[in-house]
């Protein structure tokens, strides 16, 4: 299988990386792309309901639990104290697409885009510690940097870096 091109937006809290990543996923789709999503998450976080029959079936001590159903089906694995799992044993997990747009995972040695909001948790730049960041997209002026930058909601314009960062082909068929 060949690996997907991989994209990322970075930030801190609060800072429009939500909004940006799912704006790029429809403009993308609607250009005939393939695209998936990594978050990442920095806290403990369930998908599933108390009560529900997966829960139940989680909280007796299944590794992995699959829901499926005739529009979806869902795996939820339970680390019960394992680390982490890699990024890259992540990505691995996927089915074939033509993108994999990744939310968060700022440490990732992968192409991303840098989002910027005044009202961000923490207004650090990124940028000037992580040479793989390719551009920022911002709700306010950036003047200190050499990368470009994007209004944070100039999706399209965005959409096309993203193509042209990853030299991803015409939407295909995968």
């Known amino acids: 299988m060949t690996r997907p091109k991989i994209f990322g937006i970075a930030g801190w809290k609060n800072s429009g990386k939500t909004g940006l990543a799912v704006r790029l996923v429809t403009e993308l789709v609607a250009r005939g792309y393939l695209?998936?999503?990594?978050?990442?998450?920095?806290?403990?976080?369930?998908?599933?309901?108390?009560?529900?029959?997966?829960?139940?079936?989680?909280?007796?001590?299944?590794?992995?639990?699959?829901?499926?159903?005739?529009?979806?089906?869902?795996?939820?694995?339970?680390?019960?104290?394992?680390?982490?799992?890699?990024?890259?044993?992540?990505?691995?997990?996927?089915?074939?697409?033509?993108?994999?747009?990744?939310?968060g995972y700022k440490r990732e040695p992968i192409p991303k885009m840098e989002a910027r909001r005044l009202e961000a948790a923490n207004r650090v730049p990124l940028a000037p510690e992580d040479p793989h960041i390719a551009a920022i997209a911002a709700d306010h002026p950036v003047t200190d940097t050499t990368l470009p930058v994007f209004d944070l909601d100039d999706t399209k314009a965005i959409a096309d870096f993203v193509v042209a960062v990853t030299g991803l082909a015409s939407p295909s068929t995968v």
């Open 35 to 103: 695209v998936s999503t990594i978050k990442h998450a920095h806290h403990d976080f369930d998908i599933d309901k108390v009560g529900a029959d997966s829960y139940r079936h989680r909280q007796a001590g299944a590794h992995e639990v699959t829901i499926v159903s005739g529009t979806r089906y869902a795996i939820m694995h339970e680390l019960r104290g394992a680390p982490e799992p890699s990024f890259e044993e992540i990505l691995a997990r996927l089915a074939p697409c033509d993108l994999v747009l990744i939310e």
